[in-house]
C-alpha cells in the first residue's frame, strides 16, 4: 500500500455509536494510519425517517472523545442527491433501470430475491421504486480478511433498489457513487455488508468506476447471535471509557497490545494501533461474540 491510500468511516446517525460500531472504525482508522493515507468521515444520513435525533452530533462527539482525526471536511450523504438522482436519469435512459410497484407483500414470497415481475412492464416513475436490471452472472471478490467471496447476482440478488418508492435513495447506489467521488481506495467495514459486495461490484463496472479494496471485520454479536444495534447489550460509548473500549476493540481486530498499554490514553493507544496494525492477524470469521472478548 501507498501514501495513495484513502480510507472512510461511514456510519449511519439511526442510533449512537456502540462496541460494535467501535470496532469497525478502528479497523478502517488503523489501516489508513498503518498505510500513511488519508481516512475521511462521510455520514450516511440517507433515510431520515429513522435517524435519530442528536445521533449526528453524538457520533461525532464519541469519535473525538476516543481519539479519531479524521481528514477534511465531513461530508453527508443528505447533500449528494442531486448526483445520485443523474446517475438513475442516466441509467434509465439506457434501459438499465426500471420503475417496481411491487408491494412488500407481493414480494413475502420470494424471500429478497426480485423475481423481476415489473422488468417489461414499462411503468412510470412517478410512485414507484427504481431497481437495476443485474445480469445472470457470478460476481467474486478477494476480500483481504475473509478471503474469497462469491454470488451469483440474478439468483442471489435479483434486481435491486437503487432509489425506493418513498423517493429516498438506496444505500447500494450511494455508497458506491460516494466512495469513487471521494477517491476511497480501500473500504473497511463489517461484514454483514460483505453480501452487499458484489452488487456494488456490479454498479462499479457499469458506471465505469474504480473497484476499491475491501477489508469485511468480524460483526459483533449478543448472546443471541444479533449483531449489537441500538437494542439489548448496545449502550452508547461512554467517554470515560474510551481507553478500556479501544483496548478491547484491538484484541477483538487480533491485534496485541502489551500490557503497558493498560493505563495509556485513547491518543496513546491510536498511535499504538496505527505503528504495530496487522490485518492478518483479524480473526477469519463474519461473527464474534462479544462475549468472547477480553
Known amino acids: 500500500m501507498t501514501a495513495s491510500y484513502i480510507g472512510r468511516f461511514a456510519p449511519t446517525p439511526s442510533g449512537h455509536l456502540h462496541f460494535g460500531s467501535l470496532v469497525a472504525a478502528l479497523a478502517s ?29 453524538a457520533i461525532l462527539k464519541a469519535l473525538e472523545s476516543y481519539g479519531f482525526e479524521w481528514d477534511g471536511e465531513m461530508v453527508r450523504q443528505s447533500d449528494r442527491h442531486e448526483a445520485y438522482q443523474q446517475v438513475i ?6 434501459g438499465l433501470a426500471y420503475a417496481c410497484i411491487c408491494s412488500r407483500k407481493q ?10 415481475l415489473c422488468r417489461n412492464a414499462g411503468h412510470d416513475t412517478e410512485d414507484a421504486a427504481i431497481r437495476l436490471r443485474v ?9 483481504r480478511v475473509q478471503g474469497e467471496f462469491r454470488q451469483h447476482l440474478g439468483r442471489e440478488a435479483g434486481d435491486f433498489v437503487i432509489r425506493r ?12 457513487l ?17 453480501d452487499s459486495t458484489p452488487r456494488q461490484l456490479y454498479l462499479q463496472e457499469l458506471l465505469g468506476l474504480p473497484q476499491p479494496r475491501y477489508l469485511h471485520v468480524p460483526l459483533i454479536t449478543q448472546p443471541d447471535g444479533h449483531k449489537l444495534g441500538k437494542s439489548y447489550r448496545s449502550p452508547p460509548l461512554a467517554a470515560d471509557q474510551a481507553a478500556p473500549l479501544l483496548l478491547r476493540a484491538l484484541r477483538a481486530l487480533g491485534q496485541q497490545p502489551p500490557c503497558e ?4 490514553n485513547p491518543r496513546e493507544l491510536l498511535d499504538w494501533g496505527s505503528r504495530h ?18
Open 107 to 116: 414480494l413475502e414470497p420470494y424471500q429478497g430475491i426480485y423475481p423481476g
Open 178 to 194: 460516494d466512495d469513487a467521488w471521494q477517491g476511497v481506495t480501500d473500504i473497511v467495514r463489517g461484514a454483514d455488508l460483505l
Open 89 to 94: 436519469d442516466r441509467l434509465f435512459s439506457q
Open 29 to 57: 482508522y488503523l489501516d489508513a494510519r498503518k498505510a500513511g493515507g488519508r481516512w475521511l468521515l462521510r455520514m450516511e444520513d440517507l433515510d431520515p425517517p429513522r435517524e435519530e435525533p442528536g445521533a449526528q452530533m
Open 261 to 264: 498499554l493498560d493505563d495509556a
Open 277 to 294: 496494525w496487522d490485518a492478518t492477524l483479524i480473526p477469519r470469521t463474519l461473527t464474534l461474540p462479544e462475549a468472547q472478548i477480553r
Open 135 to 143: 445480469p445472470e452472472l457470478e460476481y467474486h471478490f478477494i476480500d
Open 165 to 176: 418508492r418513498d423517493g429516498l435513495y438506496a444505500y447500494q447506489l450511494a455508497v458506491v
